[in-house]
């Protein structure tokens, strides 16, 4: 069983990825952010990194979804393959960040790669509101998210809400986070289990 977490950033992905994981045993498939060689350069200077960015990230995500496929474990997955080609890549060339150039590659790329493959069983879906996702990101202190704007968290957060909108992979399960604490409340992920729960004797 394949199932993966999406959300804006800071919305709590790789948290619940892990708590999940523990719960159910399943393997997590985290994002690649420590090993990723262009995220420093790309967070101060975008509209030289974009590109490169965007592509490992691509063949990072076709690379998990292969080892899935193929592995025959429950695995859950932090991130996926569609938020990459329907969310950032279409941001950073809305905001001029990404020359046409660039994003048409990326984009054959992207239409490629998903022949090859399919939808997770479940897709888990973080909704949060900016402040919410302001405050997670402070919380948690990396250096190089210290220069997300507002504004860039905006456009990201209506291109997700229009993306999950129109979502046909698979089963959708939406959670809204704002008002929720499943790191220190155990009612508030118990709530989530239970969801997840249903979603899952849904599938068979």
Do not use: C
């Not at 493959?117 to 998210?145: A, C, F």
Request: proline share 2%; glycine share 6%.
């Amino acid at each position: 069983m394949h199932i993966a977490v999406a959300g804006n950033i800071g919305a709590g992905k790789t948290t619940l990825t892990k708590l999940l994981a523990k719960h159910y045993k399943w393997e997590a498939q985290l994002e690649d952010v420590v090993d990723n060689p262009y995220l420093d350069d790309f967070y101060n200077q975008m509209e030289r990194w974009s590109f490169n960015l965007q592509v490992y990230f691509l063949n990072s995500r076709f690379r998990q979804i292969k080892q899935i496929r193929n592995s025959g474990r429950d695995i859950i997955q932090d991130r996926t393959i569609y938020e990459d080609a329907h969310i950032f890549a279409p941001n950073l060339h809305a905001m001029g960040l990404m020359t046409n150039r660039d994003f048409e590659n990326y984009s054959s790329l992207f239409e490629l790669m998903e022949s090859f493959v399919k939808g997770p069983d479940l897709l888990i879906y973080l909704r949060s509101t900016i402040p919410n996702l302001v405050s997670q990101i402070h919380k948690r202190g990396r250096d190089y998210e210290n220069s997300i704007s507002i504004d860039y968290l905006s456009r990201l957060n209506e291109r997700y809400e229009a993306w999950i909108h129109g979502y046909d992979k698979g089963n959708l399960l939406i959670i809204d986070v704002d008002k929720l604490d499943f790191v220190d409340n155990p009612e508030d992920l118990g709530g989530i289990i239970n969801k997840i729960d249903a979603e899952i004797h849904g599938l068979f």
